[in-house]
């Protein structure tokens, strides 16, 4: 039998050989498993667990367990200064208990409900810089042996090791979410172009809301520029180093839409092959843009709403709470009174996210600011499609400067684009520009009708127009519109459209 001291040696040298990878790690969870199974097998012990602190609860979850009933330890937690590892934890000091039963701090419920006879428990916190991040503890050892001091100490390394992994797990995670979220937001303009006064004050309102943690309501038009007003509060606030994360909640089907949101962990349903990072928890310490909360049914509602009470949630499938700090920026192109009052959309949801209510006015209220958007998408066009200088006829912006614009901003944006690449690359004619109708053709509109119903028939005649100049193509007439596709089909179903 190998003494002691030999045990150690070979202890070292393998917690080398793990320590060579840490740096490196991406897999959190098999690292930690590693780890564990390595002091089980060193200590000869029968059980192990590794636990994580949650500073938001004071409780401590099993992350990483061994020994017949592990798959049972997952569902407890721990309070700090609960039992020996909730002391160890809230002391950050270790512990050698030979005789569990001998010790009041001994806390047996979870013992006696999974059938496991603990006779002694070797147990050290986990720290970063001090700080207390969990623990790990090691239970009975094999053939009636007891625990020594020496083992106390190599126990110690492992937990040096496991709170490496840990720490650089997270930066890793952090930085590849940081990646993803700069690529998405790669080619994204985050200006807000006028000089008109309703959009100057609300530039000034989004500045002052910046500074504070306020949810904040963003009401507006479809395509006024409400991500772009989302995205200025962020920049300006001091959450700007993170990237901000965005959610399309019309974007996504309903019963999707929870996955999106909280993640899921693997094996909780069908086709689950891995753990997914939900949007929540992609946002933490950062800012999470809700567009389109109107779409979203009461019953997602209530559990945005718990988030939003309490910082904190569960993957589906998930048992282990995740703390979260999150500034919400919400926007909506309804009445969301209206959806209350119908039993739509939750009241205290609804308060919850105005604290303080921004409106995006729509390009026909703001048309001196016409020409300097049309310059500025004219100059970002003709750049990307190697063009030199082109100029707009005085006629076309005239037309751009009657026209109504009902599809606002995302509407000049696109017609623009087309005219620079149809256009003879020199000047954009009127001819260059798709618009249909460049009268306000109040006649057709009929009277008695509520606000409500006048703009589901302008979205009716809008998309039946799209439809018809791309063929039907829906993925076209979409990218045309500057919305989804899913979007655009659950209008079509909602205004009973299809052929």
């Not at 592990?70 to 050698?96: C, R, W, Y």
């Not at 010790?103 to 496991?116: A, H, L, P, Q, V």
């Not at 840990?166 to 172009?193: C, D, M, S, W």
């Not at 499938?317 to 009445?335: C, E, F, L, W």
Request: charged share 25%.
């Amino acid at each position: 039998m190998a003494t002691h001291q030999e045990n150690k040696d070979i202890a070292i040298g393998q917690l080398k050989n793990i320590s060579t990878w840490v740096s490196s790690v991406q897999d959190l969870n098999q690292l930690l498993e590693l780890i564990l199974h390595t002091g089980t097998r060193i200590m000869r012990a029968k059980a192990s667990s590794l636990l994580l602190l949650d500073q938001k609860t004071q409780k401590l979850y099993f992350k990483v367990t061994t020994g017949t009933q592990k798959d049972k330890m997952k569902n407890f937690e721990i309070s700090l200064g609960q039992g020996i590892v909730g002391h160890v934890a809230e002391t950050g000091e270790p512990l050698l208990i030979e005789d569990v039963a001998q010790d009041k701090r001994w806390y047996r419920n979870i013992s006696d409900e999974i059938g496991f006879k603990t006779q002694s428990i070797l147990c050290v916190p986990m720290k970063v810089k001090d700080n207390v991040i969990g623990a790990i503890e090691f239970i009975n050892k094999a053939e009636g042996e007891a625990f020594q001091k020496s083992d106390l100490e190599l126990l110690n390394v492992f937990a040096d090791v496991a709170a490496l992994a840990i720490v650089n797990a997270k930066k890793f995670q952090i930085a590849e979410r940081e990646n993803k979220g700069l690529k998405q937001a790669l080619g994204f303009t985050h200006l807000i172009i006028g000089q008109s006064k309703d959009i100057k004050e609300v530039v000034a309102d989004a500045l002052k809301v910046a500074d504070s943690k306020a949810s904040t309501l963003i009401l507006g038009e479809s395509g006024t520029g409400k991500e772009l007003l989302a995205r200025l509060i962020h920049q300006t606030s001091s959450r700007k180093e993170r990237y901000m994360v965005t959610l399309n909640c019309a974007a996504v089907p309903e019963t999707l839409l929870e996955d999106e949101l909280f993640g899921h962990e693997k094996g909780s349903f069908t086709g689950a092959n891995e753990r997914k990072i939900g949007k929540l928890e992609l946002a933490d310490g950062s800012t999470l843009f809700l567009d389109e909360i109107g779409e979203m049914s009461p019953a997602m509602q209530a559990k945005v709403l718990r988030v939003l009470q309490d910082g904190i949630f569960y993957r589906v499938g998930g048992n282990t709470p995740i703390s979260v700090d999150i500034r919400i920026i919400a926007a909506t192109n309804q009445n969301l009174s209206e959806g209350i009052a119908k039993g739509e959309f939750r009241e205290d949801l609804y308060y919850r996210l105005n604290v303080v209510e921004l409106h995006m006015p729509p390009l026909r209220e703001r048309k001196k600011d016409i020409p300097l958007i049309a310059r500025h998408f004219v100059d970002m066009f003709q750049k990307e499609k190697g063009h030199f200088q082109i100029e707009v006829s005085p006629a076309a912006m005239d037309i751009m400067t009657k026209y109504d614009w009902p599809g606002n901003v995302r509407e000049l944006r696109n017609a623009i684009e087309r005219a620079v690449v149809m256009g003879n690359g020199r000047e954009i004619l009127p001819e260059d520009l798709p618009i249909l109708n460049t009268q306000s053709n109040i006649e057709s509109i009929e009277f008695g009708h509520t606000l409500q119903e006048a703009v589901d028939d302008f979205k009716k005649k809008f998309i039946k127009v799209n439809l018809e100049h791309t063929n039907g193509n829906q993925s076209k007439a979409a990218a045309v519109m500057g919305i989804q596709r899913t979007y655009l089909s659950r209008l079509i179903s909602k205004y009973d459209m299809k052929k």
